[in-house]
C-alpha cells in the first residue's frame, strides 16, 4: 500500500526540526481565558494579545453581546440547513440590511465564512472561457476560489499596475475578466494601489472584486474600505468582506450593484451546500456593523496606536514589511525560521501574543511577526508591547 | 514561426539567470525535479517568458508543464 501521507514528509520535517531546538510549538497555543479584545490568559499567564485581526475590539461590545444573547434566547442555538432552505431567519435579513447601509449598496450575501464568500463568488462568476487575474500574493481562499472554478487564472506580480496591464492587454478583447484584488494584504499590511489597478481593469473592459477583509470600519470615510479611501469604491463590482475581524464575530459577504446580483444565492455552492450562521452570530454581526458605522474615534485611536507601534519598532531596529504604517498590520521581519520562533517564544514569555507567519503562507520565504493593533489597546499597552519587543529582540540578539 | 532550437536556446538564456544549480539543460530537464524551483521562482520566471514573448501563460496551463521541452513547445504554440 502507498502511504498517501508521504507526500506530507517534508512539511512534518520542517515542523520536527522547528521543535527540536526546543522552543514552544507556535501552532498550538491555547488561550485559557480571555478578558478583553487585548487581554487573555496563556499557560497560564496574562498576555497582551496583538495578533488577532479584532481591529475594532468589537468583540466585548456590550450591546453585541446582549444582542446575541437575546438571539440565542429567541430563536435557539442554529439553525440546522441552508440559507435557501430553512437556513435564513430574520436575523439573517437583518444582517444582510445592515451590510447594505454599511457599504450603501443594493445588495448584501451573508455566507458562513469570508474564505467561502470569495470561494463561492470567485468561482460562479468566472467559468469556462474566461479569466481570473490575481495578484500573486492573494489570500488562499482568492487562490481556492480559482482552482474550485472552470476559469483560466492568470496571476501577476504583487502590486504592480503595469504588470496588471500589460496581462489584461494581452488576454482576448471580448473574453470575460475579473480582476481579483486585495485593499490591505495581510502579510505585510501594504495597501494596493487600487486607484489605478481599478482604472486599468475597467479600460480592459473587466469587472473588479476587492476583498476589504483588513480595512472594513476604519479605512476609508465611512470605514468601508481602501477602495473608499482612494476614491474607486463606485467602479468596484464586487466587494468581499468578513465578520472575522473588526466586526468581531464570524461570517463572510458579498456586498454588490450588480442588478442581477441575487441570481448568486442560487450558483454559489458554498453558499447553498452549507448551513447558515447561527442566530447569535448574524445578530452580533448586524448589531457591531451598525456600530462601526459610528466608530470615528475608535478609528482616530486605531491609527494613532498604529504609528505609534510602527515608529517604535523601527526605532529599535527592527526590520519592517513597510516604509510606513499603512494599515493596522505591522509586520516584522525575521532573519529566519529559527530566530522568529526563538523571538516568538521570547515574546510570550514577555506576555505578548504576535502571530507567527511562515512560508509557504508568507511572500518571498519570509519569516514574520505579525502584529495587528486593535481600537482598545491603550496607549500605555502600546509603550509595554515595545518594551517586549526590545528585550525579547536583544535576548535574541536580532537587534 | 521561429525554428524550434532557436525557441531552445532563447529559453535557455531566460532559465540561465534563474538556475542557481547550473543544472544542464536539455528538453527533458524538469522545474521543480532538476532545477529545484520553488513556487516563487517559478512566478518570477513565468512573467519573464511572458513579456519576452508578449503572451500568458496561465496557471492551468502552467500545471501540466514539467520539463523545458513542454515549455518550448507550449510558448512556440502561443507566440505563434
Ligand atoms: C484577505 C482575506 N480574505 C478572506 C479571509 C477569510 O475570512 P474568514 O476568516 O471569514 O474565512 C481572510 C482571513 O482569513 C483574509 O485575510
Given at each position: 500500500m502507498t502511504d498517501l501521507f508521504s507526500k506530507f514528509d517534508p512539511l512534518i520535517q520542517q515542523r520536527e526540526e522547528l521543535l527540536s531546538t526546543g522552543v514552544?510549538?507556535?501552532?498550538?497555543?491555547?488561550?485559557?481565558?480571555?478578558?478583553?479584545p487585548t487581554v487573555a490568559i496563556c499557560n497560564g499567564k496574562e498576555t497582551i494579545l496583538?495578533?488577532?485581526?479584532?481591529?475594532?475590539?468589537?468583540?466585548?461590545?456590550e450591546d453585541v453581546i446582549a444582542a446575541g444573547k437575546d438571539a440565542l434566547e429567541k430563536?435557539?442555538?442554529?439553525?440546522?440547513?441552508?440559507r435557501v432552505l430553512n437556513g435564513t431567519y430574520q436575523g439573517h435579513k437583518e444582517c444582510e440590511e445592515a451590510l447594505r447601509e454599511f457599504y450603501d449598496m443594493d445588495h448584501a450575501m451573508v455566507f458562513s465564512t469570508g474564505y467561502q464568500a470569495n470561494l463561492g463568488i470567485i468561482s460562479a462568476i468566472a467559468g469556462k472561457g474566461d479569466y481570473v487575474i490575481i495578484d500573486i500574493d492573494s489570500h488562499a481562499s482568492i487562490y481556492d476560489g480559482c482552482a474550485m472554478g472552470n476559469a483560466e487564472t492568470v496571476p501577476f506580480r504583487h502590486n504592480d499596475v503595469e504588470a496588471l496591464e500589460k496581462r489584461l492587454k494581452r488576454l482576448p478583447a471580448d473574453a470575460g475578466k475579473l480582476v481579483v484584488l486585495e485593499?490591505?494584504?495581510?502579510?505585510?499590511g501594504d495597501l494596493a494601489p487600487l486607484k489605478e489597478m481599478v482604472r486599468v481593469s475597467k479600460e480592459a473592459g473587466a469587472m473588479v472584486l476587492v476583498d476589504e477583509a483588513h480595512s472594513m470600519?476604519?479605512?476609508g470615510e465611512n470605514g468601508r474600505g481602501v477602495c473608499e479611501e482612494q476614491g474607486v469604491i463606485d467602479d468596484c463590482d464586487f466587494i468581499i468582506g468578513t465578520f472575522?475581524?473588526?466586526?468581531?464575530?464570524v461570517g463572510g459577504f458579498c456586498v454588490s450593484n450588480?442588478?442581477?446580483?441575487?441570481?448568486m444565492r442560487r450558483v454559489c455552492r458554498p453558499y447553498v451546500f452549507t448551513a447558515s450562521l447561527p442566530p447569535s452570530v448574524v445578530a452580533t454581526a448586524a448589531t457591531s456593523i451598525r456600530k462601526l458605522m459610528h466608530g470615528s474615534n475608535k478609528r482616530a485611536h486605531l491609527w494613532e496606536n498604529s504609528k505609534t507601534l510602527h515608529g517604535g519598532l523601527k526605532a529599535l531596529g527592527f526590520e519592517l514589511?513597510?516604509?510606513?504604517?499603512?494599515?493596522?498590520i505591522i509586520a516584522v521581519i525575521m532573519p529566519d525560521l529559527a530566530k522568529g520562533a526563538m523571538v516568538w517564544e521570547a515574546l510570550l514569555e514577555e506576555g505578548l501574543y504576535v502571530n507567527l507567519a511562515i512560508p509557504?503562507?508568507?511572500?518571498?520565504g519570509m519569516t514574520l511577526l505579525r502584529c495587528s493593533l486593535c481600537a482598545e489597546h491603550t496607549s500605555e499597552q502600546v509603550q509595554d508591547i515595545l518594551g517586549r519587543f526590545e528585550r525579547a529582540g536583544k535576548a535574541v540578539g536580532i537587534i | 514561426m521561429t525554428d524550434r532550437n532557436e525557441m531552445f536556446e532563447k529559453m535557455k538564456g531566460l532559465i540561465e539567470p534563474f538556475n542557481k544549480k547550473g543544472a544542464e539543460l536539455s528538453?527533458?530537464?524538469?522545474?521543480?525535479?532538476?532545477?529545484?524551483?520553488d513556487s516563487l521562482t517559478v512566478m518570477d520566471f513565468v512573467a519573464e517568458v511572458e513579456d519576452e514573448f508578449d503572451i500568458i501563460i496561465t496557471m492551468n496551463m502552467q500545471a501540466e508543464i514539467e520539463k523545458v521541452g513542454q515549455l518550448v513547445d507550449a510558448v512556440m504554440k502561443l507566440a505563434e
Open positions: 514552544t510549538d507556535p501552532f498550538s497555543l491555547v488561550m485559557e481565558e480571555v478578558k478583553s496583538l495578533g488577532t485581526y479584532n481591529y475594532m475590539g468589537m468583540t466585548f461590545d430563536y435557539g442555538s442554529g439553525t440546522t440547513g441552508s485593499g490591505v494584504y495581510s502579510m505585510l470600519g476604519f479605512i472575522s475581524k473588526s466586526v468581531g464575530t450588480h442588478p442581477k446580483f441575487d441570481v514589511g513597510t516604509e510606513t504604517p499603512q494599515s493596522a509557504p503562507a508568507t511572500p518571498a | 528538453d527533458e530537464t524538469t522545474f521543480a525535479g532538476d532545477l529545484e524551483w
